[in-house]
């Protein structure tokens, strides 16, 4: 069974403060991806990553960094987080094929 | 650019009473395309995915999927919905395997009532 792993699930921290979200998928997969869910958008594409190593900024990359240290792990880094970034965050990774996706099940940030 | 529609963002239904959800693409390929399911507090699950070949495509729990490349459109069926359907649907594209771009629809909030 296909598994990625977010933690933490809920965080609430303040404006300008340092959030880094984890992701971990024991799927040997190359390709890992940070999307974050807001109403009436559907999933936008922060950062993505082909292998360790490598990050690729995706469609919205401003305000994030990511980094991809091992196969298995992939993290989504907010340096200053603001209000505007309270959103559900998902993390997902894909063969390199990208056949099917295989998603966490997500983490909600709140900045206050 | 490559865009997804999604036209409905609630949708109610009767339990046991047939369902369509719709999906609108836009894209000057032959797109790869897929209808994605959230529960509530989930991450999303595939339903199913098209590649070519059959237009209609058959995936879990009894869902089915047309492609229609005329109309470019990519509806979801069900025959006989269960309260147990209610979830947000997603549908999405791709411009093909390999390709990092998985382009969202908005989602449709689908509520299955008594």
């Known amino acids: 069974e296909a598994a990625v792993t977010q933690s933490p699930r809920n965080k609430v921290a303040v404006t300008g403060g340092k959030v880094t979200l984890s992701c971990n998928q024991t799927?040997?997969?190359?390709?890992m991806y940070w999307y974050r869910q807001d109403t009436g958008h559907g999933l936008r594409l922060i950062h993505y990553?082909?292998?360790?190593?490598?990050?690729e900024k995706g469609d919205i990359p401003d305000g994030y960094k990511a980094s991809r240290p091992s196969q298995e792990n992939f993290s989504l880094i907010l340096e200053l987080a603001t209000p505007s970034q309270t959103s559900v965050y998902f993390c997902?990774?894909?063969?390199?094929?990208?056949?099917?996706?295989?998603f966490g099940k997500g983490t909600r940030l709140t900045v206050v | 650019a490559q865009s997804v529609t999604q036209p409905d963002a609630r949708v109610t239904v009767s339990e046991g009473a047939s369902l369509q959800l719709r999906c609108k693409y836009s894209?000057?390929?032959?797109?790869?395309l897929f209808w994605y399911v959230q529960y509530p507090r989930q991450g999303l699950q595939l339903l199913l995915k098209?590649?070519?070949?059959?237009?209609v495509v058959q995936g879990v729990n009894g869902f089915e999927a047309e492609f229609s490349k005329s109309n470019s459109s990519f509806h979801l069926r069900k025959a006989s919905v269960h309260w147990s359907d209610s979830a947000v649907y997603f549908c999405?594209?791709?411009?093909?395997?390999?390709?990092?771009?998985?382009?969202f629809g908005a989602g449709t909030r689908l509520k299955v009532i008594a």
């Open positions: 894209y000057s390929g032959t797109p790869y």
């Open positions: 999405v594209l791709s411009e093909g395997t390999g390709n990092y771009k998985y382009v």
């Open positions: 098209y590649y070519s070949g059959d237009p």
């Open positions: 799927n040997n997969h190359n390709n």
């Open positions: 990553s082909y292998g360790a190593g490598s990050t």
């Open positions: 997902a990774s894909g063969d390199a094929a990208n056949t099917e996706v295989f």
